[in-house]
């Protein structure tokens, strides 16, 4: 058994085992190290921040949100409840803290070698303190130690930001939402700086929960009747406005595939009004999301804000867990996708304007260097998003690079986000992402493909100014 | 020319040539060296121990029945009818075993870097004694000592079995088999233990050759009329425990697609007596598959058979060559497969239940990360096989770890399959396979993802536990 | 930024970092770096050795010309005029070559890691004896070094063939031409051989631009009536026969998929007939062309030229760009491509005929263990076309070699082809093909996988055997 020895974050980890590259990589780190954390795409909850009170228990921090964890710990026959996971019917699951941690300690093992494992591994040690291994035999001293821990001041949300050096952290936020929380930070005299990103899925997508609900809330937020079709486009516009002036610099599309198609108003319109009377079909909704989105890039030309697509995740694949226990409980499946003949219509009409600054997530490597550098590398409006979800990991970001990187360049990508939704976890990603562009770059210079003064200004580019530029922060 | 120089398998081969990180394979694989092999999968014949007669001359040893050896030599303009390949039409072929033996030696740069050269090699050595270098200056002399080395008692099948150390060996057996040969196994005293698994292919496909003549020989060993759908499903779960008497533990299904659908008891009967009356469509036949693939994991639920599914190879996709001589003669090829949308119906309705264990195979690389991962990190009752066929290789078996481990863990893989039917070549096959594991596991270490302990836990699990747990043997 | 320091072309460039496995890569590259090069397919103007005219100004030579060059510049925003690519409509367009040079040498960081960075370093320092580093502020005084360097009579097109040392470069020709360039080499006395491919495109896609007037066209130069089917078909043979008179060892096809079915005669016609009153639709074009592949092989079993098919690309994917600029100006993006099924009627056809020669190119690179190598290790005809395109770059090359040789052997593949229109970049490629392969072939031997003298022959058939052996050169 895994003996019970002193965690160590060891100072080469994730670079190359050949000393030659090694030696490169440690000296491309010293330059990206310390630099600020740029995060431009994120789930993290505002009122954490808003609010700043003290963070919970370790299990709540650290357990229950965390779908990485209890997707693999479920996927070895442990039950959510068992977990801690809210079931939707408000049915009995494990309420005891420490219970919950144990059986995390006890099955530990099965994130060896996963990115989930690196994380919680960097979490404990550097953000909250534990030098011990963390396993079933010390797993209730840690609890206790952790518990001590987040009671102290230092570790409260808004110090937590500032001691990880962020400079500015995009939410995810619905064009419905009134951005309270936002304010609330504003008015706080706080100067950290968290931003909303506008993400309308919930109102341009027909079969999205709740649609015609989230059409009336539009409504009501934006003070323009949205049951038409051009007061729905003149209350996005308004919605964009308010998210700018709150500080967003993005906007976010979660779509199935990234189906761009070009409608008169009049198509969209009737689409539109057929969806109000509660008769959209699914191809309807496919042919309205499309149009939508190059509305959005459209608006985008006009108000700077930068647009993120998401494409090609099947969700709630499990429909018992997700009955269960709701939405991003870990039973998203990524699936092939096409980015040619889908995207050609948006990157026709909008791909050649350079006041356009779309980035394209992809979560199916195969598109990489068959479809996506590609684009990348031609239209000058199109850049990739980093290596995404599953993909956020050593071998994933890797992978990334070199496939990526021959075709389109390293400056047609757009550095690194960490899409997270577990606030503590920010700086481990962030210190993977970095690590690997380091080994890449390393490679890159002990192979004579580039030289060191190259991978110098790269690195610094990788790290943080791509991100900046390209989020426009 | 390559020097008639003495074979050498070196003792870190497919290590990485890194000193750091070989030298951490080396001692892993230390660990696991002389471990017993499990085989839960495989093709090879049980008659060969049933009568445990001397195996035959090198050539109808090591290259009639080896399809990976006279596909590449076929794709190289060598005629199969001169490598002794029997024709269907009982055509002339080549009779000489001396000359086929020769014409191997002569191409045998061919196999420079393929797996199949490398198990040869092994082969030779290792099992075969041979030290010379196998050219075409030596084939006659190599040809010589193999013979008189195969008419050694300590040769025989039994003895290789037990110098090989298998703990276990399944075979592969059709519902309609008898099992005679397992039966003689067992009843000789011999305890080497010979499985049997469940295989249902040639009753559960309407297409399948000669299926009418199946159903019938299926009513003939089950007692049971299957000419109706009722009496089907009935037999087919006697023969599933008559295999388990015999020592069965699981159960496999050669599929085109994954694809799974529910059908009413009804629906299922309606295309089934289609089928009977000789009526069934290519269409029926995908329906009646999908629907009875569902009905073999609830039936596994019941009786404890681990289920094992093999999507994606086109097969007979040369239909000269099909027609020559028949199945499995090297033209069997991958395609694209989706899993994502074919086994949502099947995970929806047993995904979620712990009793079920579901191994699926792969053979397009392209799923493992984007698909297969995800999936088997999410459902329970769903583990992925091993890099299967054109990737039982050392590439394709590191591209196999580097790109499900992240995602899926090694926890929900199962270890190592030989699927083959050339019995000598099992050692070969599990040393590679042990080897790139160690290989994998030693960059981790090196790479200061994992630490020596956790890597000495998983390479044993890898090369041994993880086998064994998931057949259930 | 990046100083202003001596351009070097390190001695290890693209090798392994590890010192073992460089040692070998030196050891092999030895063998092969002073190789003729053999260049049996491209895009090279054979006006150019015909003529034998000084090369321009720099920026003529090596920026005006090259796609990859300017799509990159193009993606960052740099508009085409300003880099002097003509305009269809004879609009205005950059004329200063200096300026355009120093536009290019501004953005010269944007080809890190890039291909068409290496090539161009490579060029600028050993075609044209650059060796300061490029940049903006060595700009003009490279330019003018250049300019000077041109007009030597040393720099002429045909004495860099000969430094080039060249053995054998094919164009790449329209059925229609009447290779006046070819027959102007061969009447001047001047021996290098440069050859004609037979690309007959332009006449057998019916939604070919101007297909009509080609047509015509091909009944100009073949003196035979092309209005009908049959006399098509006899046009056809008729310029393969011309072409293989002016020394054309190949046929080429670019096609969108790789779609092959077998039409009758009668079939044929009919869609001919279509064609020719103007009423083919696209689904005729897609039958027609698939039916003409499978000609078009029948003809190289008949006249022995090897037969090479490229299908994957979506060509012209920016109309925008298109309509302005015209075609090949860095807007064909590649696509997922099945070979399994499309190419079964030809295989299955002619597939087993060892007199032909089908070279299968890739883009898609999913496809190279999945369906490429099992298809090319299985059809005697079949061979596999080097990393293509987006491919033809280090890490292209290398994920080539270890996805495709453990199922297909090296001796099913062909070499490398540097399938350029840019003469000057012809070493470049050819040596970073050779240093890929001296770097994959050294970590098979330093892991024990081949042994060193079977690399040193499989080098050499890599750098140079193969390429002459299945062009017939």
């Given at each position: 058994?895994?003996?019970?020895?002193?965690?160590?974050?060891?100072q080469?980890?994730?670079?190359?085992?050949?000393p030659e590259?090694r030696?490169i990589?440690?000296?491309?780190?010293?330059?990206?190290?310390?630099?600020?954390?740029?995060?431009?795409?994120?789930?993290?909850?505002?009122?954490?921040?808003?609010?700043?009170q003290?963070?919970?228990d370790p299990?709540?921090?650290?357990?229950?949100?965390d779908?990485?964890?209890?997707?693999?710990l479920?996927s070895?026959?442990?039950p959510?409840?068992?977990?801690?996971?809210?079931?939707?019917?408000?049915?009995?699951?494990?309420?005891?803290?420490?219970?919950?941690?144990?059986t995390?300690a006890?099955?530990?093992?099965l994130?060896?070698?996963t990115p989930?494992?690196?994380?919680?591994?960097?979490?404990?040690?550097?953000?909250?303190?534990i030098?011990?291994?963390?396993?079933?035999?010390?797993?209730m001293?840690?609890?206790?130690?952790?518990t001590?821990?987040?009671?102290?001041?230092?570790?409260?949300?808004?110090?937590?930001?500032?001691?990880?050096n962020?400079?500015?952290?995009?939410?995810?936020?619905?064009?419905t939402?009134?951005?309270?929380?936002?304010?609330?930070?504003?008015?706080?005299g706080?100067?950290?700086?968290?931003?909303?990103?506008?993400?309308?899925d919930?109102?341009t997508?027909f079969?999205?929960?709740?649609?015609?609900?989230?059409?009336?809330?539009?409504?009501?937020?934006?003070?323009?009747?949205?049951?038409?079709?051009?007061?729905?486009?003149?209350?996005?516009?308004?919605?964009r406005?308010?998210?700018?002036s709150?500080?967003?610099?993005?906007?976010?599309?979660?779509?199935?595939?990234p189906?761009?198609?070009?409608?008169?108003?009049n198509?969209?319109?009737?689409?539109?009004?057929?969806a109000?009377?509660?008769?959209?079909?699914?191809?309807?909704?496919?042919m309205f999301?499309g149009h939508?989105?190059?509305e959005m890039?459209?608006?985008?030309?006009?108000?700077?804000?930068?647009?993120?697509?998401?494409?090609?995740?099947?969700?709630?694949?499990?429909?018992?867990?997700?009955?269960?226990?709701?939405?991003?409980?870990?039973?998203?499946i990524?699936?092939?996708?096409?980015?040619?003949?889908?995207?050609?219509?948006?990157?026709?009409?909008?791909?050649?304007?350079?006041?356009?600054?779309?980035?394209?997530?992809?979560i199916?490597?195969?598109?990489?260097?068959?479809?996506?550098a590609?684009?990348?590398?031609?239209?000058?409006?199109?850049?990739l998003?980093?290596?995404?979800?599953?993909?956020?990991?050593?071998?994933?970001?890797?992978?990334?690079?070199?496939?990526t990187?021959?075709t389109?360049?390293?400056y047609n990508t757009?550095?690194f986000?960490?899409?997270?939704r577990?606030?503590?976890?920010?700086?481990?990603?962030?210190?993977?992402?970095?690590?690997?562009?380091c080994?890449?770059?390393?490679?890159?210079?002990?192979?004579?493909?580039?030289?060191?003064?190259?991978?110098?200004?790269?690195?610094?580019?990788?790290a943080?100014?791509?991100?900046?530029k390209?989020?426009r922060?």
């Amino acid at each position: 058994m895994t003996a019970n020895k002193p965690i160590t974050l060891h100072q080469d980890r994730y670079f190359s085992p050949n000393p030659e590259e090694r030696k490169i990589a440690r000296r491309l780190f010293q330059l990206v190290k310390d630099l600020p954390l740029v995060c431009p795409h994120g789930h993290v909850d505002p009122r954490l921040f808003a609010e700043n009170q003290p963070f919970p228990d370790p299990t709540e921090l650290l357990v229950i949100p965390d779908h990485y964890l209890f997707r693999m710990l479920y996927s070895q026959g442990i039950p959510m409840e068992s977990l801690g996971v809210p079931r939707m019917d408000g049915g009995e699951t494990e309420k005891d803290r420490r219970k919950i941690w144990q059986t995390v300690a006890d099955h530990l093992y099965l994130f060896r070698a996963t990115p989930t494992g690196a994380w919680l591994k960097h979490e404990l040690h550097d953000v909250l303190g534990i030098t011990k291994r963390f396993t079933g035999a010390t797993a209730m001293e840690i609890y206790d130690q952790i518990t001590e821990t987040l009671a102290r001041p230092e570790n409260l949300p808004r110090a937590l930001f500032e001691r990880f050096n962020i400079e500015a952290l995009s939410t995810t936020d619905a064009p419905t939402d009134t951005l309270e929380f936002h304010r609330q930070i504003r008015e706080s005299g706080w100067n950290g700086r968290i931003l909303p990103a506008f993400r309308p899925d919930n109102v341009t997508d027909f079969m999205y929960r709740n649609w015609r609900g989230n059409i009336d809330r539009l409504t009501e937020v934006s003070g323009i009747d949205c049951t038409n079709y051009h007061g729905f486009i003149l209350a996005l516009e308004k919605q964009r406005q308010f998210f700018k002036s709150m500080g967003a610099t993005s906007t976010d599309h979660g779509v199935l595939t990234p189906f761009t198609v070009e409608l008169t108003e009049n198509e969209a319109a009737r689409l539109f009004d057929k969806a109000i009377r509660g008769q959209a079909t699914a191809e309807d909704a496919t042919m309205f999301t499309g149009h939508v989105i190059m509305e959005m890039a459209g608006m985008s030309i006009e108000d700077g804000l930068t647009m993120q697509i998401h494409p090609g995740v099947f969700r709630n694949h499990n429909e018992v867990v997700f009955e269960k226990f709701g939405l991003d409980k870990g039973c998203d499946i990524p699936m092939a996708t096409d980015y040619v003949k889908n995207m050609k219509p948006l990157l026709n009409r909008y791909g050649n304007d350079t006041r356009l600054n779309l980035i394209v997530f992809t979560i199916d490597e195969t598109t990489y260097s068959r479809e996506l550098a590609p684009l990348a590398g031609h239209y000058p409006a199109m850049k990739l998003g980093p290596a995404w979800w599953f993909h956020d990991s050593r071998e994933g970001m890797l992978r990334y690079r070199q496939m990526t990187t021959e075709t389109a360049g390293i400056y047609n990508t757009v550095g690194f986000n960490d899409d997270t939704r577990a606030f503590p976890s920010i700086p481990a990603r962030h210190d993977v992402a970095r690590r690997i562009d380091c080994r890449f770059l390393a490679g890159l210079v002990a192979e004579h493909v580039i030289d060191m003064d190259e991978a110098e200004e790269m690195i610094v580019d990788l790290a943080y100014n791509l991100a900046k530029k390209n989020y426009r922060l």
